[in-house]
């Protein structure tokens, strides 16, 4: 029998946990009458089938027989190279992808934040810096959420005990810093409209962590309006996908989570968003600012519309 786990795993745990527990469970040798494998999906949200036929696979074995079963299995049905390699390094590969993003996502996120107190617009330092050979700074934004990138540079880091790793725990720290500066900045465009944090309706809008999808999972809006609400705001969420959850109601009716407003913080790039008649929206609001986690919207053009504007790396406003 073939076994395989597609899970993502911290390094050492094939070997140290999954082998004993399924030969104990199983009252069966592996390598011997079960074959193991390793092979750590790689899916997106919105994209899982696309994703589990079309991306390259990286398939754990530690024996030959397992190898061959694993890569006859997965050829079945992934187009892409399978590359085979043995359970540990496999279990490093999976999480060194996520926590590489983690610490791309972090340093554009740090040069937003720079950019914000030395006034430039940090996604314009981003197209001009990757006009320079072998650059790709990331964008930054209102913070990182989903099922893989907030727990799996952990998973990197915690067996490496003598390393004592500090960049990929560092990137965390910072990523997970980027809800509180949206508060912060709510705080300040409130303040620069005329009104303080306490007692004012703040509209968020988004709360799934990916745009133009309903997953929720480590969303960064959660702890963005538990720092509202710790403020003295009254929080109303609007999401064109994602349903309520305890403590957490999401408004469907745009208009109504806007009506009476003080301050509109986006935090998910919708494309709903994109195309909203803001005019009209801030007629029915009391006081006019807009905090943009995303870059959903051009500065100026807002302005020009009588309102305030803050956002991540938005150092000019």
Known sequence: ALVSIESTLAPGTMEGFVRPALERASRRTVGRDLHLVHCPERLTAGK???HLTELPRVLGANDRAALRKGLAFYARFVKAEIHPTDWTTAEVVKTAENAYWDVQIA????????SEELGVDAYHVRELVNTCPY???????AGVGGHCIPKDPWLLVSP????????????????????????????????????????????????????????????????????????????AIHDP????????????????????????????????????????????????????????????????????????GKGQF
Not at 135 to 141: S, T
Not at 183 to 192: D, G, S
């Open 48 to 50: 899982l089938l696309h």
């Open 241 to 312: 996908f994602a349903r309520s959850e305890r403590g957490y109601a999401v408004l469907r009716d745009v208009k109504a989570a806007l009506r009476g407003a003080d301050c509109v913080a986006i935090v998910t790039a919708h494309d709903a968003y994109r195309t909203l008649d803001l005019k009209a929206l801030r007629r029915g609001m009391r006081h006019h600012a807009i905090v943009d986690g995303r870059n959903v919207y051009a500065g100026p053009d807002v302005v020009k519309m009588g309102f305030v504007y803050r956002g991540i």
């Open 135 to 141: 650059r790709m700074m990331l964008i930054p934004g």
């Open 160 to 235: 490496a005990v003598q390393t004592k790793p500090q960049l990929i725990p560092t990137a965390r720290e910072v990523n997970d810093f980027m809800p509180r500066r949206m508060a912060r900045l709510v705080e300040e465009a409130l303040a620069a409209a005329g009104r303080k944090i306490k007692g004012a309706r703040v509209a968020v809008l988004g709360f799934a962590y990916r745009e133009n999808t309903d997953d929720t999972r480590n969303t960064p809006a959660k702890p963005m309006i538990q720092e509202l609400r710790r403020r003295g705001a009254d929080v």
């Open 107 to 114: 340093f554009a996120n740090e040069v937003a934040l720079i």
